[in-house]
């Protein structure tokens, strides 16, 4: 027997959809990675490589406040994306204390692997309702993620 509950702890519940469709993208990312022989890139990568292929050779504060998490989350993160060999330190030499994160060659075969995918996820999320809805949406989200 199917129990009332309080909308908040259903599937329509915003929080649990936001979660499931990130999750699913993820997914459709990975699929188009691996297809171009990208199967060591992870989407979560996305908050390490978004920014530095905006701007290469970031800080790790400026690449922690780009991505939107932590210096120690940051810290973490490298080291997996430096380990699938996308990124590597080197010593900042406007500051000897400061180290910069930079992309690898590999990375720079990968942006374009990257650019096509969300080319694609970008055409499939508007043909759900059309391009200036989900721009609105992306709008709320961006909104929402950096509050």
């Known amino acids: 027997m199917a129990r ?3 909308p908040l702890l259903a599937r329509s519940n915003l929080g649990y959809r936001l979660a499931k469709a990130s999750q699913r993208w993820n997914e459709l990312l990975y699929e188009r990675f691996t297809s171009e022989g990208f199967a ?10 978004i920014p530095l292929f905006e701007e290469d050779q970031l800080r790790l504060g400026e690449l922690a406040r780009r991505g939107g998490v932590s210096k120690q989350t940051m810290t973490t993160m490298i080291r997996h994306v430096e380990a699938a060999g996308l990124v590597r330190r080197k010593l900042d030499t406007t500051d000897a204390r400061a180290v910069l994160i930079e992309l690898t060659a590999e990375a720079r075969r990968f942006e374009p692997v990257a650019e ?13 309702d059309g391009p200036t809805e989900a721009e609105r949406v992306a709008d709320w ?4 993620a950096f509050l």
């Open 4 to 6: 009332l509950q309080d």
């Open 40 to 49: 060591h890139v992870r989407p979560s990568f996305g908050s390490v490589l």
């Open 116 to 128: 096509r995918a969300l080319t694609e996820l970008a055409a499939l999320a508007d043909k759900i």
């Open 141 to 144: 989200l961006g909104r929402f």
